[in-house]
């Protein structure tokens, strides 16, 4: 049955393979059999202090990105979060119905938040997952494809959902289901096996646009452990578990598939397998990437988008507007 699909990607730093694995190369499979929306939260990047060329230049490399994965404009419905103002209106409408104590339980926030000073930490953190609720609540999506760090922003959503049909007693919004992948969901940073790979880490994570030699060389300087097993153990082998997790997904194959490959192998030969793969993978994208560029398609795209996507957000604000009695002709 087609469904609503929708998910996003905020343009805070240069995109990497965490991102790929876990978010975007999932996205273009969707949009054949149900209708997808896919955008770029350039408001969510707002949250934390950005230099406009930079959230500019990271805009548009999402997008050429979205395109060299594989998204078809004419299937699945591309845009900027900012082209569509629903995003900030239903947001706040929402902001009314979420409560302080389950906002203080957002664990990106609270880690966000602990790296700053109490006193430049912005409000758009705090409310960040009211207004992603809003992204997802406008579009009536069922299934919203996004990393482990997300899920309990999406639950987060289905509780307000949930929340503001019972206290309305209809079913005004649709009540989203998070989608994430068993294998891949949480890729490491390659020198902190122990912490998520992040678009703010520039030894440990590898970023979509990275030159090739320097993939290969931080791949094979990732951190590994004493031993000389390739053997997928998170807690004791979180390094290596964290290549096992690369290989197994950029390859599609089973994380003991991979597992058997490297029976009796040293971590030297394994890490050459990972950055073979790897390099194969980012190779083909920024071939792909080059040639969006190159076309000279984002504008079209992202006009056609917004305009596509603000009809059925329009329609969604004015039907909550109607039922919590906002005065709408
Ligand atoms: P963002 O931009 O931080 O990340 C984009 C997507 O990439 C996933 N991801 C990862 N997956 C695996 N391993 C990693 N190391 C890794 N790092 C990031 C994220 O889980 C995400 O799916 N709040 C969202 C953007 C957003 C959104 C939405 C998503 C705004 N509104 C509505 C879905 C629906 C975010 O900051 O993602």
């Known amino acids: 049955m087609e469904q609503v699909v929708l998910s996003g990607i905020k343009p805070t730093g240069q995109l990497q393979l965490g991102n790929y694995i876990g978010a975007l190369r999932n996205f273009a499979k969707y949009q054949d059999d149900n209708q997808v929306f896919v955008f770029i939260a350039d408001l969510h990047a707002l949250t934390l202090p950005i230099d406009p060329q ?31 103002p629903a995003h900030s ?19 990106q926030f609270k880690e966000k938040a602990s790296k700053l000073n109490d006193k430049s930490i912005g409000l758009g953190l705090y409310t ?9 609540l406008l579009y009536n999506a069922k299934t919203v494809p996004v990393g482990e760090d997300q899920k309990q922003h999406v639950e987060l959503c289905r509780n307000l959902a949930e929340r503001f049909n019972h206290r309305y007693k209809q079913d005004v919004f649709t009540i ?21 790979m992040s678009k703010s880490d520039p030894k440990g994570d590898i970023l979509l646009k990275d030159d090739l030699k320097a993939v290969r060389k931080k791949i ?19 390094g290596i578990s964290n ?31 990972v950055a073979d793969v790897v390099c194969a993978t980012l190779e083909e994208l920024q071939a792909k990437y080059n040639q969006v560029i190159e076309s000279g398609i984002i ?29 709408t002709k």
């Open 128 to 136: 960040y997952p009211v207004l992603m609720a809003a992204d997802i």
């Open 54 to 84: 930079v959230l500019y230049n990271n805009t548009r490399d999402i997008v050429a990105f979205y395109l060299a994965c594989g998204l078809d404009p004419n299937k699945a419905t591309i845009f900027l979060q900012s082209d569509v």
């Open 220 to 238: 094979m300087s990732a951190v590994t452990d004493l031993e000389c097993e390739v053997r997928y153990d998170k807690e004791n082998k979180p």
């Open 243 to 273: 290549l096992l997790t690369i290989y197994s997904c950029l390859k599609d194959i089973t994380i003991e598939e991979a597992e058997k490959e490297f029976i009796g192998c040293n971590y030297g030969t394994f890490k050459k397998a």
């Open 89 to 107: 209106e239903l947001g706040t409408i929402l902001g009314n119905y979420a409560y302080m104590g389950e906002m203080n339980r957002m664990t």
């Open 176 to 196: 989203p289901t998070p989608v994430i992948n068993k294998t891949g969901a949480r890729i490491m940073s390659l020198s902190d096996p122990t912490k998520k």
């Open 299 to 327: 504008d079209e795209v992202l006009q056609k988008g917004a305009e596509k996507a603000s009809k059925i957000a329009n329609e969604t604000v004015k039907r909550v507007k109607k039922v919590i009695g906002l005065y």
